[in-house]
C-alpha cells in the first residue's frame, strides 16, 4: 500500500521564522509531488508541482526539495507570516497508470505574530 | 471555467437520504478524481476518471457510493441511503492529462452532513 507521512502534524512558531515541513513515501514509481494549503473550510490550493525528473521548484518564499532514491520531500517555508497560517499537504502521484494522488495527513502550521 | 467548480456548497442530509454531489472539472480537462476528507484527516481516494471512463472505483467505500462522468465532463457522486459515517468533504480535482507533467486542480469541496 502506498503510504505517505508527514511530520511534525502541527507546528506553532513565531513570526519571521523559517519553516521545514517533511514529506515521505514508501513507494519510489512517483510521476510528480505536488504541495497544497488548505484553509478552514476552504479547497485546497496548489503551492508547488515537482516532476519526477526534477530535485526542486521555488516560488517566492517557498521550496520545494524532491528526492526520490530516499523517498522524501522538504517544503521550506522563509519569513514566515501570520497568513501562512493553514494546514499543508503533500501529495503523491504515481503508483498506477494515471497516477493516482496519495495524500499524507498534513502538517498543521500557525504562525503567531 | 477558470477552475473547478462544485455543488452544493454544502449539503445537510437526513439519515437514509439519497445525495448527488456534482463536479465541473476545467474544461478540456482529462483526468478527474473524488475524494473524501473526514473532518481532521487528510484526504482518501474515492474514484478516478479519465474521460468518460471509470478508471478506478476502488475507493469507493461501499455499494451505496456511485459516481459516473457520462460525457467526459461533469461528474456526479451519488451516495444512496446516506449513513453518519458518510459526513465528509468530498473533494473533486482535475487535471490536463494523466501523468507526469501535469498537476492537479481541486475544488472548494461539498461538505456533506448526515443528521
Known amino acids: 500500500k502506498q503510504e505517505v507521512t508527514q511530520i511534525p502534524a502541527a507546528l506553532s512558531v513565531p513570526e519571521g521564522e523559517n519553516l521545514v515541513l517533511n514529506c515521505s513515501f514508501t513507494?519510489?514509481?512517483?510521476?510528480?509531488l505536488q504541495w497544497f494549503r488548505q484553509d478552514p473550510g476552504k479547497g485546497l490550493t496548489s503551492l508547488l508541482l515537482i516532476q519526477s525528473s526534477q530535485r526542486e521548484q521555488t516560488s517566492g518564499r517557498l521550496n520545494a526539495s524532491l528526492d526520490k532514491s530516499s523517498g522524501r520531500s522538504t517544503l521550506y517555508i522563509a519569513a514566515s507570516q501570520p497568513g501562512d497560517s493553514a494546514t499543508y499537504l503533500c501529495?503523491?502521484?504515481?503508483?498506477?497508470?494515471?497516477?493516482?494522488?496519495?495524500f499524507g495527513q498534513g502538517t498543521i502550521l500557525t504562525v503567531h505574530p | 471555467g477558470a477552475g473547478v467548480s462544485q455543488s452544493p456548497r454544502y449539503k445537510v442530509a437526513k439519515r437514509g437520504q439519497d445525495v448527488a454531489l456534482r463536479c465541473d472539472p476545467i474544461s478540456g480537462h482529462v483526468s478527474l478524481f473524488w475524494y473524501q476528507q473526514a473532518l481532521g484527516q487528510g484526504p482518501e481516494f474515492l474514484t478516478y476518471?479519465?474521460?468518460?471512463?471509470?478508471?478506478?472505483k476502488s475507493g469507493l467505500p461501499s455499494d451505496r457510493f456511485f459516481a459516473e462522468r457520462p460525457e467526459g465532463s461533469v461528474s456526479t457522486l451519488k451516495i444512496q441511503r446516506t449513513q453518519q459515517e458518510d459526513s465528509a468533504v468530498y473533494l473533486c480535482?482535475?487535471?490536463?492529462?494523466?501523468?507526469?507533467?501535469?498537476?492537479?486542480?481541486f475544488g472548494s469541496g461539498t461538505r456533506l452532513t448526515v443528521v
Open positions: 480535482a482535475s487535471s490536463l492529462k494523466a501523468g507526469k507533467n501535469y498537476g492537479y486542480t
Open positions: 501529495v503523491k502521484a504515481g503508483g498506477t497508470s494515471y497516477g493516482k494522488l496519495t
Open positions: 513507494d519510489s514509481a512517483i510521476y510528480n
Open positions: 476518471f479519465q474521460n468518460e471512463a471509470q478508471l478506478d
